[in-house]
């Protein structure tokens, strides 16, 4: 999956090598929680409100990682939809 160059976003994101303190940790979270090794551009965009991006963390496990109406498989399903016919790399 590329990755999102820093060049190309109007927000300057933290990269993983130069996140430290806080926003160090929450990624680290994230790592372990999800077994992926780097962190998504998309939360890159708030790793200058950690205490926010562990918040929309918290909300994504909830609305998309969760049973309900309709199962994770599917909701993944359509986020995948989503994504490839708005050629996001997400």
Not at 59 to 84: D, M, Q
Request: aromatic share 10%; glycine share 6%.
């Amino acid at each position: 999956m590329p990755t999102m160059r820093q060049d190309n976003s109007k927000i300057k994101l933290i990269e993983d090598v130069d996140a430290t303190g806080d926003v160090a940790k929450v990624y680290d979270e994230w790592r372990a929680n999800s077994g992926r090794q780097e962190m998504p551009g998309i939360l890159k965009c708030f790793s200058h409100r950690p205490d926010f991006l562990r918040d929309v963390m918290q909300f994504g496990n909830t609305v998309h990682f969760s049973e309900g109406h309709l199962t994770r498989r599917t909701k993944e399903a359509i986020a995948s939809w989503v994504s490839y016919l708005n050629r996001c790399p997400y």
